[in-house]
Each structure stands twice: as structure tokens, then as C-alpha cells.
Nanobody, 130 residues
Framework: QVQLVESGGGSVHSGGSLRLSCAAP?????????LAWFRQAPGQEREGLGT???????TYTDSVKGRFTISQDNAKNTLYLQMDSLKPEDTAMYYC???????????????????????WGQGTQVTVSS
């Protein structure tokens, strides 16, 4: 099974920006799916950041709403996470995840519950210094 591959992580100063990419082949072919971004800081639980579904509808959790933007380039089979106004507390390993949906489940809203997702990337590290 083809895995997801994140890239674009790095180190930035507080207030800076980064754009993460997630190669997600097979999720722009007209089928039904949820894509999501999560992060996990050392010693903390995995935190959902937001989702994007097959209709291009994006949702965000309160911790990143207004600062992070999720988008998809269908031609490149790539999911993006644009992160602006970064803070030191955004330091974490960032993961993308995917969930293929059946026709009958296509209208069920995407969530940031990690157990919903069956495919994951290996993660990319983001470090924000003050």
C-alpha cells in the first residue's frame, strides 16, 4: 500500500511561516475521502489540526484557525499545510493522514479523530524558536 510522505518541516523563528507538503497519491481521482493534518509534541498526545474532504471543504481546530490553511493540488496529488504566525508552542512532529470513504459514507463530515484514518505519513519536524 502506498504510504503518505510529508516534507517541508524545519526551524523558524516565532512569527514565521512554513508550508508542509504531503504526497498523497490516489486521493485526487474523483473518489471520496478525508485528508487531515495532525501534530504531536514530545510527551503530549497527538493533536488534530484540520481536515480537507473530496469536495475541497476544509475545517480547522481552534488552536490553528486563522493561522493555518489546508489545501490540495489535485494535479500533483499533494496536500498542503500553510502555517503562518508560528509560535513556539507549534513545535511538534507533523503528520498527514488519509481515510478513503465509500459512496454511502461520502457525506459524513471529516473529523480529527486519529482512529478514523487508515493511512499515515512518517512525519516532518517543525521547530519554532522564540
Amino acid at each position: 500500500q502506498v504510504q503518505l510522505v510529508e516534507s517541508g518541516g524545519g526551524s523558524v523563528h516565532s512569527g514565521g511561516s512554513l508550508r508542509l507538503s504531503c504526497a498523497a497519491p490516489g486521493y485526487s481521482d474523483g473518489g471520496y475521502y478525508c485528508l487531515a493534518w495532525f501534530r504531536q509534541a514530545p510527551g503530549q498526545e497527538r493533536e488534530g489540526l484540520g481536515t480537507l474532504n473530496h469536495d475541497g471543504r476544509a475545517t480547522y481546530t481552534d488552536s490553528v484557525k486563522g493561522r493555518f490553511t489546508i489545501s490540495q493540488d489535485n494535479a500533483k496529488n499533494t496536500l498542503y499545510l500553510q502555517m503562518d504566525s508560528l509560535k513556539p508552542e507549534d513545535t511538534a512532529m507533523y503528520y498527514c493522514a488519509a481515510d478513503r470513504r465509500s459512496y454511502w459514507a461520502r457525506d459524513i463530515p471529516c473529523t480529527v479523530v486519529s482512529s478514523q484514518y487508515t493511512r499515515w505519513g512518517q512525519g516532518t519536524q517543525v521547530t519554532v524558536s522564540s
